[in-house]
């Protein structure tokens, strides 16, 4: 069973260093390995960067969620000094300051390759601690074994139950839809009004974003579920393929997509979540989901 550690706040993230000229961390950089710990190189991101375009910068979140990351490059040596690798899941909740620049973080778990930990609890104690002042709140940590296949949010059903819906009929899709992203595709059948109620859980594995530094792309699929007025799955597609050209980091990415369903959709309860594809060992999976009405967050 995996080893877990109990959650504890962070300090707060105001004396980290925050970026003065533009750069994000070392993502984009030519980088050698560290051969010692280092948790300096971890990199914080303001979600606020992220969200200020989609106006969210500054207000109440109308959902809430969390981050799951899966790190599967995570070694260290045991007190014997013989090297142990196992898969590191770290949870973030999306209400933190910050997110943890992905190479940094990379960067940051190589450093631990050769430093001697007493115990897998003294190394998660570490970890947590340095990601939670990272992030500027709390993260929660398991271990799995190095055959692991990565972990989602606990909330969402398995994924085989998610109908794909990859091949609705769209047409002859111009090139000026995959330009950029349009949230207009995002429709109920029927109208707005629309009497007909249903709960599905709907998923697409079209989904390709552009980092926001390299401009390489990210894939992704992405899964929603949802209870309200029936969705035009023809039009969730198109809207899923005009983001082909989107930059941003994936958890602005399943934001953009969880406030284009809200409003278009006007859901009861709505749940979504990226499932991304691992790069540079590390695959990021966010999952945003409503508010219940009367409960603030």
């Not at 300090?11 to 070392?26: H, K, M, Y």
């Not at 007190?79 to 999306?94: A, D, I, K, S, T």
Request: glycine content about 10%; overall charge negative.
């Amino acid at each position: 069973p995996p080893r877990e550690l109990v959650t504890v706040m962070s300090p707060a993230s105001a004396e980290l260093p925050t970026p003065s000229d533009g750069r994000i961390g070392v993502l984009g950089e030519k980088c050698g390995t560290p051969d010692d710990y280092d948790p300096s190189v971890l990199f914080p991101v303001p979600r606020a960067r992220g969200r200020e375009p989609l106006g969210l910068a500054g207000a109440p979140l109308p959902f809430e969620g969390e981050d799951v990351w899966n790190a599967y490059e995570l070694s260290w040596l045991g007190p014997n000094g013989v090297p142990r690798r196992r898969v590191l899941e770290v949870r973030v909740p999306c209400s933190t300051p910050n997110l943890v620049e992905s190479k940094s973080l990379k960067l940051y778990l190589n450093s631990l390759n050769f430093k001697r930990f007493a115990s897998e609890d003294e190394l998660l104690a570490v970890v947590q601690g340095d990601l939670s002042n990272c992030v500027g709140g709390p993260c929660s940590l398991h271990l799995h074994g190095h055959d692991h296949e990565g972990s989602v949010s606990a909330r969402i059903p398995p994924l085989h139950t998610f109908e794909c819906i990859d091949d609705e009929m769209v047409g002859d899709l111009e090139s000026a839809v995959l330009d950029e992203p349009d949230a207009s595709h995002v429709r109920v059948i029927g109208g707005a009004g629309s009497g007909e109620q249903v709960t599905e859980s709907l998923v697409s594995h079209q989904l390709r974003t552009l980092c926001p530094v390299t401009r390489q792309p990210d894939w992704g699929s992405i899964y929603i579920e949802y209870t309200g007025p029936r969705l035009d799955r023809q039009g969730l597609l198109t809207y899923v393929c005009s983001l082909r050209k989107e930059i941003g980091f994936h958890e602005a990415a399943v934001e953009r997509i969880w406030i284009a369903i809200r409003e278009g959709g006007n859901p009861a309860e709505l749940r979504v979540t990226g499932r991304f594809l691992r790069r540079g060992g590390v695959d990021i999976n966010p999952t945003r989901e409503l508010v219940p009405a009367g409960r603030q967050l």
